[in-house]
């Protein structure tokens, strides 16, 4: 209730204050000299099975991912703790030649990507503190994830994240017993 509520006003954040604002590349899994410039999809805590992606959802990268990681809850607050994972694609540098062919010339500067919509995600939430009632708590934490302090080579996808709490008030203790019911 209270958890799922406050991953979806942050999902809705997302998809009207950064995705919407935001153009990535979308794999093209049968060409990879192609690529179609879409929003970025937001996603709570998985991807929607590949072959039931919702009306309007063509493909599920690139995106954000918002995980849930833990909370704690007392008198007075309910905090979370929230993860969001970043999902980019990039082959390279696309030029047509002088036959109109679309070469790709790959480059490994998708991190640029990556790292341009985390910091675009970034400025929004702090600059949007609170959501709906939800308060995003200082500080923001960031970067990409690395395997043995190597960046893992998964070019054409780079992947990063930004981490989070919120605070959002408790439940009545009174009102408890009945929102279990």
Request: glycine letters at 4%; charged letters at 25%; hydrophobic letters at 35%.
């Amino acid at each position: 209730m209270l958890t799922v509520s406050t991953l979806d006003e942050i999902k809705l954040f997302l998809q009207q204050n950064v995705c919407s604002k935001h153009k990535l590349k979308k794999p093209n899994d049968k060409n990879v000299d192609e690529f179609e410039l879409v929003n970025p999809n937001v996603f709570i805590m998985n991807f929607p099975p590949k072959n039931f992606l919702p009306d309007g959802i063509k493909s599920t990268i690139p995106c954000i991912m918002i995980n849930f990681e833990d909370g704690i809850d007392d008198n007075q607050t309910s905090d979370m703790n929230v993860r969001l994972i970043f999902i980019v694609y990039n082959p390279g540098f696309h030029k047509e030649n002088s036959e109109n062919i679309v070469e790709v010339t790959p480059d490994g500067n998708g991190w640029i990507d990556l790292l341009n919509f985390i910091d675009k995600t970034k400025a929004e939430i702090l600059r949007n503190r609170i959501l709906n009632g939800i308060t995003i708590q200082s500080p923001l934490k960031w970067g990409i994830y690395q395997k043995e302090e190597q960046i893992p080579d998964t070019d054409p996808y780079f992947y990063g994240w930004i981490t989070f709490g919120t605070q959002n008030k408790a439940y009545p203790a009174s009102q408890i017993d009945k929102l279990l019911e």
